[in-house]
């Protein structure tokens, strides 16, 4: 074998190492995505139903039930036009309320009822602490 020919042979050894690096490391990055839907993309059949994924919008007013003697909580979530909803077992962030926007980690299950594994609470861009808004107030 020539030392040209060992050359090409390394370069396309090395290539084809590279390529199924490339490809197992996006493989791995697309499991690993966590992607966004609105309750109206739910509803449409646009989320995924055998994986997790993050949906967020507003707690409807008036939705919220929570299970007697328990940390288990239903509540609807909106985005004006349509709503989910969305069953989660756990302890609600200090943020959580009626109206609010939310991000809800989870899956839907058969009857397309959202089972939330962690829920995150927003809030708005005019946020201040409650100290500072006391002062702020004052003056």
């Not at 060992?6 to 990055?29: C, E, M, P, Q, W």
């Not at 239903?74 to 009626?98: A, M, Q, S, W």
Request: proline share 5%; charged share 20%.
């Amino acid at each position: 074998m020539l030392p040209r020919h060992r050359r090409i042979l390394g370069l396309i050894v090395v290539l084809l190492g590279v390529g199924l690096a490339s490809f197992f490391v996006l493989k791995s990055f697309q499991q690993n995505l966590l992607y966004y839907f609105t309750p109206i993309q739910v509803q449409s059949g646009e989320a995924p139903i055998d994986r997790e994924f993050r949906m967020g919008g507003l707690v409807q007013p008036g939705s919220v039930r929570r299970a007697e003697g328990s940390v288990a909580v239903e509540f609807f979530l909106t985005d004006g036009n349509v709503f989910i909803i969305v069953k989660y077992n756990g302890i609600l962030p200090d943020l959580f309320r009626e109206g609010q926007g939310i991000i809800a980690t989870g899956r839907l299950d058969t009857e397309g009822v959202f089972i939330a594994r962690e829920v995150l609470a927003k809030h708005d861009e005019n946020y201040m602490p409650p100290e500072i808004h006391k002062i702020k107030e004052t003056t």
